[in-house]
């Protein structure tokens, strides 16, 4: 299974796929990284292990369209199966998203649908649950909503703030995606209305 991985940030997720790639525990090759932000820490990661990475810095383009276009370039040339969000902090358009049906993977660090957008651990805090925990799912046009790969919950702590909680989630979320990434590589597998069905 090819994957392109798209990143805004720190890379943690893309490293934990890239390591389940090594240790032989994901038949999947990453095919390229591609960063909306150019100082991205898992930009300079992915070109640490030495993969095909592109900085595609989205203020240097007039419109969010102009910018999809060019990441829709570079994807075609690189031909994945999958694009797995790991971080990527841009809202995808409809088009982008309709092009890539079913094929797109975003990962979010909270019980979905519980707590989409930004700062979900904050939210979470914030209101008082008990549990929470991280979402893979398939990417829809909607906000953090589309049909659902794995989920892995963890407890909130009293003592909890937003980045406690985060770094708990975020455990979760390294062998979430994995598994989300090797159920979709080694499964047969459909999407019937809000449901994915592993056969
Ligand atoms: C992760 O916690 C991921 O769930 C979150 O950004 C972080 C990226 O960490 N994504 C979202 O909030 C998407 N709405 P990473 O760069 O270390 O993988």
């Excluded at 390591?19 to 820490?41: F, H, T």
């Excluded at 409809?94 to 019980?111: D, K, M, T």
Aim: proline share 4%; aromatic share 6%; hydrophobic share 45%.
């Amino acid at each position: 299974m090819r994957v392109a991985v798209l990143l805004s940030g720190r890379g943690s997720n893309f490293q934990a796929i890239h390591e389940a790639i090594a240790r032989g525990e994901l038949p999947a090759q990453i095919v390229c990284v591609i960063s909306n932000r150019p100082d991205a820490a898992g930009l300079q990661r992915a070109r640490d292990y030495g993969y095909a990475a592109h900085a595609i810095d989205h203020k240097l383009f007039a419109s969010r369209a102009a910018h999809e276009t060019e990441v829709l370039r570079v994807l075609d040339e690189a031909r994945p199966d999958f694009i797995a969000l790991a971080g990527y902090m841009r809202l995808l358009g409809a088009e982008f998203i309709a092009r890539w049906r079913n094929r797109i993977v975003n990962i979010h660090p909270s019980l979905l649908p519980a707590f989409p957008g930004v700062d979900a651990q904050a939210q979470a805090v914030a209101y008082g649950v008990k549990v929470s925990g991280c979402t893979v799912h398939l990417v829809d046009e909607q906000l953090d909503a589309g049909p659902i790969l794995v989920q892995r919950a963890v407890p909130v702590h009293e003592d909890d703030d937003a980045s406690t909680l985060a770094a708990r989630i975020l455990s979760q979320e390294h062998a979430a995606y994995v598994e989300a990434l090797r159920s979709l590589a080694t499964r047969a597998w459909r999407v019937e209305g809000r449901r994915v069905v592993f056969s």
